[in-house]
């Protein structure tokens, strides 16, 4: 690959200038039931930092433990796509995931004092309605967006699912639905642009089939599940038996079979609703992924399964391709993510041995920082005058400041804590940096920040140069605690 070609597909991999980050303007609460568990819940989204991403945390549990959204940590997809991780298992997200995609949100920690998020009415729109109260707030982050740049094929011969993800200057999803029912039919549904979710998409609740509904039931599957939060297709030849007995169960007078074979539990929103529902799941597994996608997704029957696996093989590509874009992108007329002023007030250190300028990159696993290095650097009187060289562990101090930032923004309250190093290793010195540099500062953790240990690796750039490289563990500390 040459230079030009390298630098093309850098540039398609990471798009992070289109728009920033957003989160919650204030918390909000919602109280339903569990499809599958039938137990009351209250959830409730909170506002986060930049990077934070999605996560949910089980406050019913001791240390009320954290999982992120995020294909790994998915663990059954039977009836709904469940998450679990650090003992914190949540089941049935994907309706939640999708509002918060198909609005626009991308940092929110979400609390609940059960194991499954509401079912509501079986679509996104009461999640819709509660992000709407809370508003939506613009945050000083860029949101970094990969573009697909060759197909991403997936395909289950025993489900006969198909799944292609196509080049697309936008992000778009085709969903087609073939259930071999001559009542449902085959069914197409289609966003083109993802301001259309929250009309076309978000309303349209979730189906089953008649003959599921009863077997679901009858195994006591289904122990939060009644007719206002299911689309009930017939499939068959229903007696006046059944239908008393699902009267009853459901508590309701009468139960009857519409023409067009859908119960009469509720009217459809749209002809197509079912297909639309898919697409919904769709959404809303995919950004398990990880990564906010430019592609074009074309879903032929798919489920929480293959949606799942589809996600995986999304977030392989893009882990696979995206050492070509690795090196930071610096544009000094890109207004940064914190400046001085912020950074000087989240970290401890002040003039003269603060050595980040500004903050351009931050998620919940890297942060890229910049040093300008100038010839009135108190340190050049001394190393050297006549050779000026910025120091080696001054490097690797400036890289565990930046450092400090990604640790904290990972934290709640970070004015309450410090960082401090514990271990350096694995250090290179790779090219010498001078006056006049602009050092980019790269820190990626390299495994989850767990009991306020922070390992991370940590590239100093300058240009597309690498000048330095090191291992850090850091360990973050409570101010009352030192």
């Known amino acids: 690959m040459t230079k030009s070609e390298a630098k093309k597909k850098a540039d398609t991999l990471s798009v992070g200038n289109h728009t920033n980050q957003h989160t919650l303007k204030n918390s909000v609460t919602l109280n339903g039931v569990g499809l599958h568990t039938g137990k009351e819940v209250t959830m409730t989204m909170k506002p986060a930092n930049p990077g934070h991403g999605i996560r949910f945390q089980r406050v019913d549990l001791p240390d009320q433990p954290i999982v992120k959204a995020d294909v790994d940590y998915v663990v059954d997809t039977s009836r709904g796509t469940t998450i679990e991780h650090n003992g914190a298992r949540v089941s049935t997200i994907e309706h939640t995931m999708a509002a918060l995609v198909g609005l626009g949100v991308d940092n929110v920690l979400i609390e609940l004092n059960g194991p499954e998020v509401p079912i509501l009415d079986g679509s996104s729109q009461q999640f819709m309605d509660a992000i709407d109260s809370a508003g939506i707030d613009e945050q000083e982050a860029r949101r970094v967006i990969y573009s697909i740049d060759s197909n991403i094929h997936y395909y289950d011969p025993v489900k006969k699912v198909d799944?292609?993800?196509?080049?697309?200057?936008?992000?778009?999803?085709?969903?087609?639905?073939?259930?071999?029912?001559?009542?449902?039919?085959?069914?197409?549904?289609?966003?083109?642009?993802?301001?259309?979710?929250?009309?076309?998409?978000?309303?349209?609740?979730?189906?089953?089939?008649?003959?599921?509904?009863?077997?679901?039931?009858?195994?006591?599957?289904?122990?939060?599940?009644?007719?206002?939060?299911?689309?009930?297709?017939?499939?068959?030849?229903?007696?006046?038996?059944?239908?008393?007995?699902?009267?009853?169960?459901?508590?309701?007078?009468?139960?009857?079979?519409?023409?067009?074979?859908?119960?009469?539990?509720?009217?459809?929103?749209?002809?197509?609703?079912?297909?639309?529902?898919?697409?919904?799941?769709?959404?809303?597994?995919?950004?398990?992924?990880?990564?906010?996608?430019?592609?074009?997704?074309?879903?032929?029957?798919?489920?929480?399964?293959?949606?799942?696996?589809?996600?995986?093989?999304?977030?392989?590509?893009?882990?696979?391709?995206?050492?070509?874009?690795?090196?930071?992108?610096?544009?000094?007329?890109?207004?940064?993510?914190?400046?001085?002023?912020?950074?000087?007030?989240?970290?401890?250190?002040?003039?003269?041995?603060?050595?980040?300028?500004?903050?351009?990159?931050?998620?919940?696993?890297?942060?890229?920082?910049?040093?300008?290095?100038?010839?009135?650097?108190?340190?050049?009187?001394?190393?050297?005058?006549?050779?000026?060289?910025?120091?080696?562990?001054?490097q690797i101090e400036a890289l565990a400041q930046t450092g400090g930032i990604l640790a904290l923004n990972n934290i709640a309250d970070p004015e309450n804590y410090d960082t401090y190093f514990l271990k350096i290793d694995k250090v290179k010195f790779k090219q010498i940096v001078r006056p006049g540099d602009t050092l980019i500062l790269k820190l990626e953790l390299l495994s989850p920040i767990r009991r306020g240990i922070c390992e991370m690796k940590g590239t100093a750039y300058v240009g597309n140069k690498l000048a330095t490289e090191a291992e850090l563990v850091a360990q973050l500390i409570r101010k009352d605690k030192r």
């Not at 289904?222 to 499939?235: E, P, R, Y």
């Not at 990880?290 to 029957?301: E, P, T």
Request: charged content about 20%; hydrophobic content about 40%.
């Open 163 to 394: 799944m292609l993800a196509l080049p697309s200057n936008e992000y778009q999803v085709t969903a087609l639905i073939d259930f071999n029912s001559p009542v449902l039919g085959t069914q197409h549904a289609a966003l083109k642009h993802i301001d259309d979710f929250r009309t076309e998409i978000g309303p349209c609740r979730t189906f089953c089939f008649l003959h599921e509904l009863e077997y679901l039931l009858d195994n006591n599957l289904i122990k939060g599940g009644d007719l206002s939060n299911a689309i009930v297709v017939v499939d068959k030849v229903v007696d006046a038996a059944e239908l008393e007995r699902l009267a009853r169960i459901f508590n309701k007078q009468k139960i009857e079979v519409k023409q067009e074979g859908i119960l009469n539990n509720i009217q459809l929103h749209f002809t197509n609703e079912p297909a639309r529902h898919k697409l919904l799941d769709v959404v809303g597994d995919l950004a398990l992924a990880g990564h906010a996608i430019k592609a074009h997704i074309i879903a032929s029957r798919p489920g929480h399964a293959t949606n799942v696996e589809f996600a995986k093989k999304i977030k392989q590509y893009i882990r696979k391709n995206k050492h070509i874009a690795d090196i930071p992108h610096y544009d000094p007329s890109q207004e940064a993510i914190y400046d001085i002023m912020h950074i000087a007030k989240v970290l401890p250190h002040k003039y003269p041995f603060l050595f980040v300028d500004k903050i351009i990159e931050l998620s919940d696993n890297h942060v890229v920082g910049v040093k300008s290095v100038t010839f009135n650097e108190h340190f050049f009187q001394g190393h050297f005058p006549g050779n000026p060289v910025m120091p080696g562990v001054l």
